[in-house]
């Protein structure tokens, strides 16, 4: 008689090892970028949709209010909450593992150096930024009312925590993911 040969199976793909669990501070403060980065893309929706925020003509002229301005502030905001959006990477595990849509990278660890170096270059752009827009808010001379001026200080100046906390958020990021 003759026996059927069994089908060799492929073996079956070893377990994806994660690295150690984030800590809740580091998810806090991933979770922070968010909520520091939104007062100031909401001020500048509400400069393309007209609410009066204290500000002169010749401000809205800087800004390109009426022109360009309605299509650049928007794409300006978006691009910057994605940003602070990605953050949360650094803290998930899609910010460990390519999604498995990705042709040839779906399912493989992401390498360490591909998330920590734009998200340290991140940080300190986002801490010069910081440090640039204090410096031009004391020294510079805009024609706004002073309850306008209060109004986009208090829309701006969270964004000053946005270079430290991304950077903190990376540097856990990093320790967690090169441990054994």
Same mark, same amino acid.
């Given at each position: 008689? #003759? =026996? /059927?040969?069994?089908? %060799?199976?492929?073996?079956?793909? #070893? ?7 984030? &800590? %809740? +501070? ?9 909520? @520091?980065?939104?007062? &100031? ?15 002169? $003509? #010749? ?5 390109? /209010? ?5 299509? @650049? ?7 910057? $909450? ?6 949360? *990477? ?5 910010? $460990?593992?390519?999604?498995?849509? /990705? ?5 493989? +660890? /992401? ?6 170096? %734009? ?6 752009? !986002?801490?010069?930024? *910081?440090?640039?827009? @204090? ?7 805009? $024609? ?10 208090? !829309? ?21 993911? =090169?441990?054994?």
């Amino acid at each position: 008689m #003759s =026996t /059927i040969a069994p089908i %060799p199976t492929a073996p079956a793909p #070893s377990p994806l090892v994660l690295a150690p669990a984030v &800590s %809740p +501070r580091a998810r806090r403060l991933a979770s922070a970028t968010l909520w @520091v980065s939104l007062p &100031s893309a909401l001020w500048r929706f509400a400069v393309v949709l007209g609410v009066p925020l204290g500000l002169a $003509e #010749s401000e809205y002229d800087a800004m390109l /209010i009426p022109g360009w301005g309605y299509l @650049v502030l928007p794409l300006l905001c978006a691009a910057q $909450e994605g940003l602070a959006w990605l953050t949360l *990477g650094l803290v998930r595990p899609w910010g $460990e593992v390519w999604p498995r849509w /990705i042709p040839r990278l779906g399912g493989r +660890r /992401i390498p360490v150096a591909a998330a920590v170096v %734009p998200a340290a270059l991140g940080a300190v752009a !986002c801490t010069v930024y *910081g440090v640039l827009f @204090v410096w031009t808010t004391l020294h510079g001379a805009m $024609e706004i009312t002073q309850w306008g001026n209060w109004l986009m200080n208090i !829309c701006y100046v969270p964004m000053v925590a946005w270079g430290p906390l991304l950077g903190v958020v990376t540097v856990h990021y990093y320790r967690r993911r =090169t441990r054994g």
